[in-house]
């Protein structure tokens, strides 16, 4: 896919970020932006050069102002957070050290700053409360995917924005402007994003539409599955649902869609959902790569985000299971015959073939459909 024209300044940092991180495959990620490896390392090198002033076609700016006074280093503090209303003392110290302010204040100091100017309410001063973080080693072993509220657009239409945020990275892989909230439109969404940055080791959703509901059961002992969970798990993706009334299982997700209200969507109003997708666009990218987030050590969620190695398969692969399963294909109503029993599995999975494994306890015995253990079943011999 090559540049778009109207966010080429855009994609070439989310490129450049991406092509610095330890072990990344630059061929597997030039074919995923649809530029060639001279084009790719053009950029790397300004980077390094120049900063993100060397990926603009033509800049003049100076990378430092040695000259600058303590006072027109206040005026930026005060600009900086009007920009950024939200953002605290902490990170406007990390975006004074990326403009390479020659003389940077300390927190408490910024903090005088924005009281001396009256950026700073007393709402805003005592919301902060220190939480107990947990986050996977690795980017991409889990996405979190989920809907936020809906609201309307000036034309009357409604969008459902629909994100995914790296679990490790807190990297923002989708923020798109919905009219609806349809597993085929989840499923279109996906696919441009696997293709782009490859497939997650897992994606945590929560138990509603168009998710489904795996692991409960439509009637006894039959598992409930909706095609998009089937697709996912056929791409060799495992999905996993949060706990029932329990969204803070997906925090990250959620506190991407409080910062995404409290930034964006208090603030402004879309005409349409061509104006929304732009703006989604603009603000991602300043999330992603310009924000400074605390829970990741003031770095930018672009600095430990890398792409998978794993990419999109454009054919589905076959299915392959152990040599001592016993694999059985499910019929019309969701059930397989197995040691002369006839078992429920699911109607989701009709016409697909999974895997009957043995475990450590007699007459107890593994369900898989790829690789994702769907069910135990209890055969009496």
Not at 209 to 221: F, I, L, T, V, Y
Request: positive net charge.
């Amino acid at each position: 896919m090559a540049f778009n024209s109207k966010t080429i300044l855009e994609q070439r940092k989310e490129l450049v970020m991406l092509a610095i991180q330890p072990g990344a495959n630059l061929s597997k990620l030039c074919r995923r932006f649809g530029v060639s490896r001279r084009i790719c390392y053009k950029w790397i090198n300004r980077y390094r050069e120049h900063g993100e002033d060397g990926l603009k076609d033509q800049s003049k700016r100076p990378v430092s102002s040695p000259g600058q006074t303590a006072k027109s280093t206040e005026a930026k503090i005060v600009r900086l957070r009007k920009q950024n209303p939200e953002w605290g003392a902490r990170k406007l110290r990390v975006l004074l050290e990326k403009e390479h302010e020659k003389k940077i204040p300390s927190h408490s100091t910024i903090t005088n700053i924005l009281h001396r100017n009256d950026l700073i309410s007393i709402e805003n001063s005592q919301r902060h409360i220190p939480v107990q973080r947990f986050e996977y080693q690795s980017p991409n072993e889990l996405w979190q995917m989920d809907f936020k509220g809906y609201f309307k657009l000036i034309d009357n239409s409604i969008c459902y924005p629909l994100t995914i945020i790296d679990d490790h990275s807190r990297f923002n892989l989708c923020l798109q402007a919905c009219d609806n909230q349809l597993s085929l439109t989840v499923r279109q969404k996906l696919t441009a994003i696997f293709r782009r940055y490859g497939l997650p080791e897992m994606i945590l959703t929560d138990n509603g539409s168009p998710w489904g509901s795996a692991g409960n059961e439509r009637s006894p002992g039959e598992a409930a599955f909706t095609a998009l969970e089937i697709w996912l798990m056929r791409i060799n993706i495992k999905v996993i649902h949060g706990r029932p009334y329990h969204p803070q299982t997906q925090g990250k997700d959620e506190r991407f869609h409080r910062t995404l209200k409290t930034e964006l969507l208090q603030y402004e109003q879309f005409h349409n959902f061509t104006h929304c997708q732009r703006r989604f666009d603009q603000w991602r990218i300043k999330y992603n790569q310009y924000r400074p987030h605390e829970a990741i050590g003031f770095k930018t969620p672009s600095q430990l985000y890398t792409q998978s190695t794993r990419s999109y398969p454009e054919k589905l692969p076959s299915i392959q299971y152990l040599s001592t399963d016993h694999v059985r294909k499910v019929q019309d109503k969701g059930t397989i015959s197995f040691q002369n029993q006839l078992l429920k599995i699911g109607r989701g999975l009709v016409g697909e073939y999974i895997a009957i494994r043995a475990t450590a306890v007699e007459n107890v015995w593994e369900v898989y459909f790829c690789n994702q253990l769907i069910k135990n079943i209890i055969v009496n011999k």
